[in-house]
């Protein structure tokens, strides 16, 4: 916002420098961010005064004029082509060598035979009126030879407002906050209405809001009998150094009303605010229609939506309710009769509207942080008062007004030991009321008044106890301030940021909490430490995925989670297909990250995510953690003594194995899977420990490759688990892996079966019979031919045997090895010698 300095010293007194200034407003939270000479490119002009106008002689349109500075030197001659000058007028005048705005510079030249010694100038070429036409009259008390930049220049401050101060968005609200920098009192504006004797403002206007939620005040005025021109010089000059242009007189009393107290104002021409049926001019608030149409001030014609906000009669649209006028109803050099509206509109609905139609303006940017409601009433009241001013005209009787009863200030409670323990202050209660006083915040002794802590749409949380609590009444315009962190903020932003002392907070501080991602965390470290890289791929997928990516029996979760299953989750407006619907699988985005990476010359694959499932049952939608991972290409890289080694499913299982393992979560039991059309049949297996984990790993079926186009003739292996702890868990402490304090002592068994009994059957035999004493069973090795028959294979095993208080002895651990030798015609197998 740009703020006139001398604008600002009629609401307080200003000692301070304009660099001084500034840094105690950005100090105080509004930050400055340009400071601006206004009038420093007016060089070299300075006040004249007109001795004679004369015709040209060679130039009916042209005069010759002479102008003394009032420094005793000879007078200057100067050609001018304006018709608004006569002798003795004082004017602005641009010697030779001056430099007007927009870098234009004046020099002596010969006009039709007669030599111009500088140029007589115009508001608008000094960027000071709006007018064009004639030469800019000064007072007749301006001093002669001054330069201009002396008498009608200014310092413009550049002020960024914050989005939750809209009360400083005005000449005033600034006024406010250097009264609280300097402690000097603010001076408000005389706001006083004359009122004529015709019939009142009731009598000729009528306004009918039916939408009370979107449009909480609506103020209405009538003057009658003005006549529409420019606004007085001073005005103009004031409005353009604030940034906003000189229209006429009525509408930029409406907009100076908008800078001065920040609250926009719209006048309509009365003539075009059609009556309704009971004969007076009527104002409707309403909801546009679905597909009406509006031609803005700018001449713009806008399609509206069902959700914006009008001002309208009955028989159109008059305008956008905070946002901008219509061409129908604007001010014009025709208008005698002039509607005053002063509303009150909800912010959420004039920054949609302003944000679909991209259009914002200073009105809207103010509505859209909050009106006091008083403002309505002062705000018609004020303007109603320029415009007779600056205009002419009648303004009649009384007004019309929708919610005549203004809230008082609303009471905050806060504890001056609080704030202080907030600040790191050690601030008196005196002195605290003091800070708050200085912004308009009066205060009183708490009397069962709660102390609000935080503040949500529907919730208050509220402090068990507040012993010597006292209670701010917080001004109307400051909306801001609900809850005691506010009232300590405010204390110390009027004390001085600068000023808060850089304290360490002795509050003591909680106890530890372990993450609840720990499950989480643990699994990415093992799975990076064995090789695989993390990918996290979007959930958005094409219905392409959901339909290919389906198991005929889901993975069951485990820890209480959500089954999967259900119908697809759609999106509403997807941003295209191939991203409409929330997946059910990882394995389909795990293939895509493979994919990209097979056509980019990536050979060796490994990859791994943790993600979410979707599905809904009827309209109730569920999700569900899953890990998943992806291998292809070689496990181990050529060398040169060996040939590469490929992933195939022992690898797939060896992560299971590791990630129960570190875990702690026990041994996987595996059994086949040959039933599900996405895996190789004989090359899939389900994994369960009970209640902990739950996982299909197997080859991708070759149709899927081909169908998938991820372009190998390598195996690709494929897992998605469910994990106890996966969605918000961590590690118990029974369930970590625990390193004895006895050494543990291993055997290793050859055990031949028949070609068709799974490793899975024999290492449950071998955990059955191992007895109290055995600890682990690992398959190390699987050896098929000679000297073997051909329906035979050979399973390496070694068992882990140990007790958690005692060294074992070699007899212990022969009988629970022939135990296991003894079981093992259950299996048709036996010990290869």
């Known amino acids: 916002m740009r703020v006139p300095l001398s604008w600002l010293r009629e609401f307080v007194d200003i000692e301070l420098t304009s660099e001084e200034l500034a840094e105690r407003l950005t100090l105080l939270g509004m930050e400055v961010k340009h400071v601006e000479r206004w009038g420093a490119d007016w060089e070299q002009v300075v006040i004249g005064e007109l001795l004679t106008v004369e015709r040209h002689p060679r130039a009916d349109r042209l005069s010759l004029t002479t102008v003394t500075l009032g420094d005793g030197g000879e007078p200057l001659s100067i050609v001018c082509g304006a018709t608004n000058i006569a002798p003795g007028q004082r004017i602005p005048v641009a010697l030779p060598g001056a430099v007007l705005p927009g870098n234009r510079r004046i020099e002596r030249a010969e006009k039709m035979g007669v030599v111009s ?305 907030l600040l790191g202050t050690s601030l008196g209660s005196d002195e605290q009321r003091e800070l708050l006083s200085r912004v308009g915040i009066e205060t009183e002794a708490a009397a069962d008044v709660p102390v609000v802590v935080a503040l949500q749409p529907e919730v208050l949380s509220v402090a068990p106890e507040a012993d010597g609590a006292i209670t701010a009444l917080v001004p109307t315009w400051r909306r801001d301030i609900a809850i005691e962190a506010d009232v300590a903020e405010e204390i110390a932003r009027v004390r001085g940021y600068e000023l808060v002392p850089s304290v360490t907070p002795d509050t003591e501080m909680p106890d530890y909490r372990p993450s609840p991602l720990g499950v989480r965390e643990l699994v990415r470290d093992t799975l990076a430490g064995a090789g695989l890289t993390e990918v996290v791929t979007t959930a958005l997928v094409s219905p392409r995925h959901v339909e290919t990516f389906v198991l005929r029996r889901e993975v069951p979760s485990v820890g209480g989670e959500p089954e999967p299953g259900g119908d697809p989750v759609g999106v509403t407006n997807p941003l295209s297909r191939d991203h409409s619907l929330l997946r059910r699988h990882l394995v389909g985005s795990l293939l895509d990250v493979v994919g990209t990476n097979l056509r980019h010359g990536t050979e060796d694959v490994a990859v791994f995510e943790i993600g979410k499932g979707y599905g809904r049952t009827g309209d109730v939608p569920r999700e569900w953690w899953r890990l998943g991972f992806a291998l292809v290409g070689a496990a181990e890289p050529r060398a040169w003594n060996r040939p590469a080694r490929r992933y195939d499913l022992d690898d797939a299982k060896g992560i299971l194995d590791l990630l129960a393992h570190r875990l702690g979560l026990g041994r996987p039991v595996y059994e086949a899977e040959t039933a599900e059309p996405l895996f190789h049949p004989g090359r899939t297996a389900r994994a369960t420990i009970t209640g902990r984990l739950g996982a299909i790993v197997g080859e991708l079926h070759p149709d899927v490759v081909e169908t998938w186009d991820l372009r190998t003739s390598q195996r690709v292996l494929v897992a998605e688990l469910s994990l106890e702890g996966l969605a918000a868990g961590r590690l118990a402490p029974e369930h970590a892996p625990v390193v004895g304090r006895f050494p543990a002592v291993e055997r290793d068994l050859a055990i031949v079966v028949p070609e068709r009994t799974p490793a899975a059957s024999v290492e449950a035999l071998l955990v059955a019979h191992g007895g109290a004493l055995l600890r682990d069973v690992r398959l190390f090795d699987i050896y098929r031919g000679v000297p073997l028959a051909t329906d035979e294979k050979n399973l390496a095993y070694r068992l882990r045997f140990g007790a958690p208080d005692r060294t074992l002895t070699e007899p212990e651990i022969d009988a629970a090895v022939a135990a296991v030798l003894g079981a093992l015609p259950a299996v048709g197998g036996r010990l290869r010698t």
Not at 160 to 173: E, F, Q, T, W, Y
Not at 325 to 332: D, L, N, Q
């Open 117 to 421: 010694n500088g140029m007589l100038c115009s508001g608008e070429e000094l960027r000071l009126t709006a007018d064009a036409d004639g030469i800019l009259i000064l007072p007749a008390d301006s001093p002669l030879g001054v330069p201009l930049a002396d008498l009608f220049g200014d310092v413009v401050l550049d002020v960024d407002v914050k989005p939750n101060r809209g009360d400083a968005l005005s000449i005033l609200g600034l006024a406010r906050e250097v009264a609280a920098a300097t402690r000097r009192p603010v001076r408000q504006p005389e706001i006083a209405v004359e009122e004529g004797s015709g019939p009142p403002t009731e009598a000729r206007l009528a306004v009918d809001v039916r939408d009370p939620d979107l449009c909480t005040r609506f103020v209405g005025r009538w003057v009658s009998g003005v006549t529409v021109g420019p606004s007085p010089d001073h005005v103009q000059m004031r409005l353009l150094a604030a940034g906003q242009r000189p229209v006429s007189n009525v509408v930029d009393a409406s907009n100076y009303v908008m800078l001065e107290l920040g609250k926009p104002i719209h006048t309509f021409d009365a003539a075009a605010v059609h009556a309704g049926a009971d004969g007076r001019a009527t104002v409707v608030v309403r909801r546009a229609t679905d597909g009406e149409r509006l031609e803005t001030l700018d001449h713009v014609e806008r399609v509206l939506a069902p959700d914006m906000l009008l001002i309208a009669d009955p028989v159109g649209v008059l305008g956008l309710a905070g946002v901008m006028g219509g061409a129908t109803s604007e001010v014009s050099q025709a208008t005698t009769d002039v509607v005053i509206e002063s509303a009150v509109f909800d912010p959420v609905s004039i920054r949609r509207t302003a944000q679909r139609l991209s259009l914002r303006s200073e009105a809207s940017s103010r509505f859209e942080k909050g009106q006091e409601a008083r403002l309505a009433r002062l705000g018609a009241d004020r303007t109603a008062q320029l415009v007779r001013a600056w205009a002419g005209g009648e303004i009649a009787p009384g007004r019309l007004d929708t919610a005549p009863s203004e809230p008082g200030r609303s009471r905050v409670a806060f504890r001056p030991a609080r704030i202080n323990r």
